[in-house]
């Protein structure tokens, strides 16, 4: 959910430029940085990201600048003439010279600019303007990271074959621990009490009593019904980062079952594989949208 989008603009006597950034997040965490004078694109340009985004820490900033324009100047001609008046007893002593024009000029307060007062109108269809570029540059932030969700979807694939075959394996890994489990019962049993025949019947009970609480298949089929429902939701496209997540917590859930209930060294080395890899497709799931 990483991302980058820049455009610009000019109106009004002003321009500007927005940039929009994303980095990756669980839910949906807009901030804004604006000129001032503009507070109202706050919230147009978090509603904007609202409608295209649903997760990521996404940034915008819009950067605005007041092009020169002719300001009105006035000479203060009460002020000259005082300064005139106040230098005559010095011109008549010759003390001093006459004040000449570009020197009275240089005087501060004889010369006054009178900016215009901003028109509130035309800072509003600015601010409007301002928002239909804050929208653009989210558009390239949405293609950007469309690009990205592309590409991070054959990763994810990638990820659920693994998952996959290491399902394929654990189902192949579980058949063998029903016979282990009541050979080294029968085993130990007789070890204990000698080779009597009713030892061996007591022995194949126990032994399918503890087969049945290693029984692993129900946890296999519910893993193989998450595959298919992670394949399912990149297949169609669109926002599918909460659902995978949710998937991911399942998978990792049975997971752990199946090596709680492991009775064979092999398949506990295939569900902590198993484990491994849910742990990497969970890092990359944080990527989607």
């Known amino acids: 959910m990483t991302g980058f989008g820049r455009a610009e603009g000019a109106a009004g ?19 804004f940085r604006g000129p001032a004078g503009f507070e109202s694109l706050d919230r147009t340009t978090r509603e904007g990201a609202q409608v295209r985004f649903q997760r990521g820490q996404v940034s915008v900033s819009v950067t605005a600048r007041r092009l020169e324009a002719e300001v009105p100047v006035r ?4 002020m000259a003439r005082q300064l ?11 003390r001093v010279l006459r004040p000449t024009l570009d020197g009275l000029l240089s005087i501060r307060g004889v010369v006054e600019a009178e900016p215009a007062e901003p028109d509130p109108e035309a800072l509003a269809e600015v601010s409007a303007l301002m928002a239909e570029t804050a929208f653009e540059a989210l558009d390239q932030l949405k293609v950007a990271r469309l690009d990205e969700g592309r590409r991070m979807g054959e990763v994810l694939l990638g990820l659920l074959d693994e ?21 080294r019962f029968l085993r130990r049993l007789t070890e204990l009490a000698g080779e009597a025949s009713e030892v061996a019947d007591r022995a194949f009970l126990e032994a399918a009593a ?24 990149l297949k169609e496209g669109g926002p599918a980062g909460r659902r995978l997540d949710f998937l991911t917590q399942e998978f990792m859930r049975e997971a ?19 484990k491994a890899v849910v742990d990497q497709f969970r890092e990359q799931v944080q990527n989607v949208e």
């Open 75 to 78: 000479i203060n001609l009460a």
């Open 210 to 233: 503890l087969a049945v609480k290693a029984d692993v298949r129900e946890e296999l089929d519910r893993l193989n019904g998450h595959l298919a429902s992670a394949r399912q939701l």
């Open 256 to 274: 752990n079952t199946l090596c709680s209930k492991a009775a064979v060294a092999s398949l506990t080395r295939t569900g902590l594989d198993l």
């Open 84 to 94: 005139l008046d106040a230098a005559e007893p010095l011109v008549a002593e010759g």
């Open 163 to 183: 998952i996959e075959a290491l399902v394929d394996q654990a189902a192949q890994r579980a058949t063998e621990q029903v016979e282990t489990i009541r050979s």
């Open 13 to 31: 006597g002003w321009s500007w430029f927005v940039e929009a950034r994303s980095v990756n997040g669980r839910s949906l965490e807009v901030r």
